[in-house]
């Protein structure tokens, strides 16, 4: 049973437009969402972060919204450049809850593959 | 530059063959993480580990094993029980248990 999710696989943007890549979790315990981006063949890298405590974290063209009462977070990129097509995971835990337990760990969704086209 | 290397890049493993992946962090990082990635999935944790001489089962241990005899290493061996190998492994460590995760590069390991 999937906890975080990731629906849309795919997402096509224009270069210089707004991206948008959603995530949805079950999980009521989540109190720690981060973004990773991933190129093939290499590692993610992370992106940016929210706790449960906020509902909206910037970081340059990078802002992630969470909606506690909808389980719902999602990430903007704008605006989006080529060098942003790739994958994207969004990954959750119940960091506060579990600190250090088995609980807590980060459970991530199947992510979406982000094109920019110039 | 601190980081987290892991090495080889690409792996081939033979029926009945047990392999092993190294990861190696310098980051001075407690906690320790082995993840898997199936193509079109997101990463499942194999093994972790947050302080030395100690490590937990994942969600998918099975056919796999750890060791964590020092602080900068967390090797992997892939077990000739572990059926479906094939997928791209990634180690990955934080400063404290769950937080911001700092991922290797990955290997790839293939069955031939």
């Known amino acids: 049973d999937q906890q975080v999710k990731q629906n849309s696989p795919s997402l096509s943007v224009q270069e210089g437009r707004i991206s948008i890549l959603n995530c949805d979790y079950t999980?009521?315990?989540?109190?720690?969402f981060l973004w990773y981006k991933k190129y093939p063949a290499e590692g993610p890298t992370f992106l940016i972060s929210i706790s449960s405590i906020k509902d909206k974290n910037e970081d340059g063209r990078f802002t992630v919204f969470l909606n506690k009462s909808a389980k719902h977070l999602s990430l903007h990129i704008v605006p989006s450049q080529p060098g942003d097509s790739a994958v994207y995971f969004c990954a959750a835990s119940a960091l506060l809850t579990y600190y250090g337990g088995s609980q807590g760990n980060l459970i991530f969704g199947k992510g979406t593959k982000l094109s920019v086209k110039p | 530059d601190g980081g987290i290397t892991q090495s080889p890049k690409y792996l081939f493993r033979k029926e009945g063959q047990n392999v092993t992946l190294s990861c190696e962090q310098n980051?001075?990082?407690?906690?320790m993480y082995w993840y898997r990635q199936d193509p079109g999935q997101g990463l499942r944790l194999i093994y972790y580990s947050q302080i030395v001489n100690d490590f937990q089962k994942g969600d998918i241990a099975e056919g796999y094993s750890v060791s964590r005899e020092k602080k900068e290493s967390f090797p992997l061996t892939v077990t000739s029980a572990q059926k479906n190998p094939t997928a791209f492994y990634l180690c990955?460590?934080?400063?404290?248990?769950?937080?911001?995760?700092?991922f290797g590069s990955g290997t790839q390991l293939s069955v031939l």
């Open positions: 990955a460590s934080s400063d404290r248990p769950n937080e911001k995760l700092f």
């Open positions: 980051l001075n990082h407690d906690a």
């Open positions: 999980n009521s315990m989540f109190d720690y």
